[in-house]
């Protein structure tokens, strides 16, 4: 017989760190890893649309990577800095990929001076959507922070993931002829074209 997916522990309203330590299932750090969770989906749809897309062979082998370094930024907040299991920490080394890919990819758009509007193909919507999930996981990783120590660069991370986002989704939209929609008078923002992007410089 399989093991079953259930346990019952959970069932009084509390959950186990890494490390055995029992927290509370609204514990701010539960819910920072809960929440890259949630944006790790998000990507799994944007990959299910691209299937057959313009820009698959490109673009889904890099969505696969950042599915696997959120199950490591997942892994980082689920574990406390003092505990004894040894997990992979988010490093500078990982933001400077992120930024290497925002800037491999950002050189295939034009420049922007207006708001985009989230939307296009169902793979630029959803990783539209990716984005601003990143950014709630980003806000939910500092607070957690405020009440127990969180590796520093796990919150760069996703700061930097949430801008790759953005430049991912325009650049796939971009792959299917996709026009953006925009919002703003012309140069309103000249250094993004997100409000939630622009809200975070």
């Known amino acids: 017989m399989s093991k079953r997916i259930y346990t019952r522990t959970g069932d009084d ?29 998000i990507v799994g749809l944007a990959r299910a649309h691209l299937q057959g897309e313009p820009g698959e062979e490109e673009l ?3 969505l696969g990577d950042l599915q696997e370094e959120l199950f490591v930024v997942g892994a980082d907040l689920a574990t406390p800095l003092n505990a004894k299991p040894v997990v992979e920490r988010i490093e500078e080394a990982h933001v400077t990929a992120l930024e290497d890919r925002i800037d491999r990819f950002d050189a295939d758009l034009p420049s922007l001076d207006r708001f985009v509007l989230p939307g296009g193909t169902p793979v630029g919507a959803s990783l539209h959507s990716a984005r601003t999930v990143c950014r709630r996981a980003e806000r939910r990783s500092v607070e957690a922070s405020t009440s127990a120590p969180i590796n520093e660069q796990a919150i760069v991370y996703l700061n930097r993931l949430s801008d790759l986002f953005f430049v991912l989704a325009r650049w796939a939209n971009r792959q299917a002829g996709v026009r953006e929609d925009t919002w703003g008078p012309s140069s309103a923002q000249p250094d993004d074209a997100s409000a939630d992007e622009a809200a975070d410089q």
């Open 60 to 62: 889904d082998p890099v």
């Open 13 to 41: 309203g509390t959950t186990s760190l890494f490390g055995g330590e029992r927290v509370g299932k609204g514990n701010p750090r539960i819910d920072a890893y809960g929440t890259v969770d949630e944006a790790n989906s």
